[in-house]
């Protein structure tokens, strides 16, 4: 019977799409990246809250 693999399929192409990149390491893999809009929203959905909650002081809100 013949096999679905190609003859000279020795598993490279495999390990070299999980080889990581030179100089990469487990800290900048999980490092979070964070783009100016979600940063924006994340910020003034705080202000929100804290206004909500009535935390700001009067003369910064108006």
């Known amino acids: 019977m013949s096999s ?3 003859p000279t399929d020795d598993g490279a192409a ?4 999980t080889t990581p ?3 990469a390491t487990v800290a900048t893999a ?3 990246h964070l783009s ?3 940063a924006a ?4 959905l705080a202000l929100v809250a804290l206004g909500l909650l009535s935390l ?3 003369g910064l809100v108006g």
């Not at 495999?14 to 799409?17: D, G, L, N, R």
């Not at 929203?41 to 003034?44: D, E, K, N, V, Y």
């Open 14 to 17: 495999a390990a070299s799409a």
């Open 4 to 6: 679905n693999a190609h």
């Open 41 to 44: 929203t994340i910020i003034g």
């Open 21 to 23: 990149a030179p100089g």
């Open 30 to 32: 999980r490092r979070i």
């Open 56 to 58: 700001l002081p009067e």
């Open 36 to 38: 100016e809009d979600w």
